[in-house]
């Protein structure tokens, strides 16, 4: 090996064990939760930690030169959207369900690619949002703003992305990478008692539920609640607990649902199991409870090029790097499995 390539990949070691140990280092919580019913909305932890995103204290901004401070959660906030916007090298439309994995996932390319840093720009809104976002050239408006930064690889279910390289919308291969299941998200301490998938539709529990128009997770959802309990579970979940405010339906779950949980909205939430392991790696007062293989649905995450992308080079840098035992490492860390060819279900 080249002493450079061996200074570098050391380098790389070294950022990634860091990178791994900041972005996830757990805040212990000072108290478990209380009875859901008993908890009014609140705005803080008990810890003193705010529940509102942004999460991960800025590690999910690749800018370099950030200028004044400005972010006050719940009011100003642009969660999904990070780095800079003025002249990127590198656009990544990310489906959301995997935000917390960017930061160190992008630090160790920047290492292997230093040309790249503080130049790449991705967005982690659902991936049906940042479908109808490429078909609107790139455009984009967040409360009071609009702009306009156009993609170079999306990243999705494996499914949609085939959908779209055939629509010509992207540009083939489709790659899969990794392979994430279901999980049920729960309060720490777990007040509302849920034990598996059934205990969803009984009226006492209150829900944060993915929206199947705006989230494909909520589809998957629908297809395990069906295994654990047919039409006489899914029903319930996703129409008489919505009709009489049980459920909550989200539109970006990845943030709304461990949200609806620390603020005692809601008892439980189907979620992924990465998602899950991240709230409680940063110290959320989140838990879990597995679903079974047979009661499991396993989604298989893949990502192609943009067609007509601006930075097609560094578009297949990125295709490239998400399947290198790095990215994997990373992608582990979470509770994503490597996509071997065959799906995996597991809790």
Same mark, same amino acid.
């Given at each position: 090996?080249?002493?450079?390539s061996f200074r570098r990949s050391l380098l790389g070691a070294g950022v990634l064990a860091t990178l791994l140990a900041s972005v996830t280092a757990a805040v212990p919580a000072s108290?478990?939760?209380?009875?859901?019913?008993?908890?009014?909305?609140?705005?803080?932890? %008990?810890? $003193?930690?705010?529940?509102?995103?942004?999460?991960?204290?800025?590690?999910?901004? !690749? @800018?370099?030169?950030? /200028? #004044? &401070?400005?972010?006050?959660?719940?009011?100003?906030?642009?969660?999904?959207?990070?780095?800079?916007?003025?002249?990127?090298?590198?656009?990544l439309y990310v489906g959301g369900n995997y935000f917390f994995a960017m930061a160190p996932l992008i630090a160790h390319f920047e290492v292997e690619h230093p040309e790249y840093k503080?130049?790449?720009?991705?967005?982690?809104?659902?991936?049906?949002?940042?479908?109808?976002?490429?078909? %609107?050239? $790139?455009?984009?408006?967040?409360?009071?703003?609009?702009?306009?930064?156009?993609? !170079? @690889?999306?990243?999705? /279910? #494996? &499914?949609?992305?085939?959908?779209?390289?055939?629509?010509?919308?992207?540009?083939?291969?489709?790659?899969?990478?990794?392979?994430?299941?279901?999980?049920?998200?729960?309060?720490?301490?777990?007040?509302?008692?849920?034990?598996?998938?059934?205990?969803?539709?009984?009226?006492?529990?209150?829900?944060?539920?993915?929206?199947?128009?705006?989230?494909?997770?909520?589809?998957?959802?629908?297809?395990?609640?069906?295994?654990?309990?047919?039409?006489?579970?899914?029903?319930?979940?996703?129409?008489?607990?919505? @009709?009489?405010?049980?459920?909550?339906?989200?539109?970006?779950?990845?943030?709304?649902?461990?949200?609806?949980?620390?603020?005692?909205?809601?008892?439980?939430?189907?979620?992924?199991?990465?998602?899950?392991?991240?709230?409680?790696?940063?110290?959320?007062?989140?838990?879990?409870?597995?679903?079974?293989?047979?009661?499991?649905?396993?989604?298989?995450?893949?990502?192609?090029?943009?067609?007509?992308?601006?930075?097609?080079?560094?578009?297949?840098?990125?295709?490239?790097?998400?399947?290198?035992?790095?990215?994997?490492?990373?992608?582990?860390?979470?509770?994503?499995?490597?996509?071997?060819?065959?799906?995996?279900?597991?809790?």
């Amino acid at each position: 090996m080249k002493r450079k390539s061996f200074r570098r990949s050391l380098l790389g070691a070294g950022v990634l064990a860091t990178l791994l140990a900041s972005v996830t280092a757990a805040v212990p919580a000072s108290a478990q939760s209380s009875a859901a019913t008993a908890r009014p909305p609140t705005d803080t932890l %008990a810890n $003193g930690q705010s529940i509102f995103p942004p999460w991960q204290n800025g590690a999910n901004n !690749d @800018a370099t030169t950030r /200028g #004044l &401070a400005f972010t006050v959660p719940q009011v100003d906030d642009l969660a999904d959207f990070h780095g800079d916007v003025n002249n990127p090298k590198l656009v990544l439309y990310v489906g959301g369900n995997y935000f917390f994995a960017m930061a160190p996932l992008i630090a160790h390319f920047e290492v292997e690619h230093p040309e790249y840093k503080g130049r790449i720009y991705w967005e982690t809104i659902p991936p049906g949002l940042l479908i109808k976002q490429i078909e %609107a050239g $790139g455009t984009v408006t967040s409360g009071n703003m609009t702009w306009t930064v156009k993609a !170079d @690889a999306y990243f999705a /279910g #494996l &499914a949609k992305v085939r959908q779209y390289v055939a629509s010509g919308l992207l540009a083939a291969p489709a790659l899969p990478y990794v392979v994430n299941t279901l999980t049920i998200m729960v309060p720490a301490g777990n007040p509302g008692h849920v034990q598996g998938l059934a205990d969803l539709g009984a009226a006492s529990i209150r829900l944060a539920m993915p929206n199947p128009a705006f989230e494909g997770i909520g589809r998957q959802i629908e297809a395990s609640l069906r295994k654990a309990g047919g039409d006489a579970l899914e029903k319930p979940v996703y129409n008489a607990k919505v @009709a009489d405010g049980t459920t909550i339906l989200t539109r970006i779950h990845h943030r709304q649902t461990a949200l609806f949980l620390m603020q005692g909205r809601a008892d439980a939430g189907v979620t992924w199991l990465s998602e899950a392991i991240f709230q409680a790696q940063v110290g959320h007062p989140i838990t879990r409870v597995a679903i079974p293989p047979a009661q499991n649905t396993t989604a298989i995450y893949a990502g192609a090029m943009v067609k007509d992308a601006p930075h097609p080079a560094a578009a297949r840098l990125w295709l490239a790097y998400i399947h290198s035992p790095q990215a994997l490492t990373i992608f582990e860390r979470f509770g994503f499995k490597p996509y071997t060819g065959k799906v995996l279900d597991s809790d």
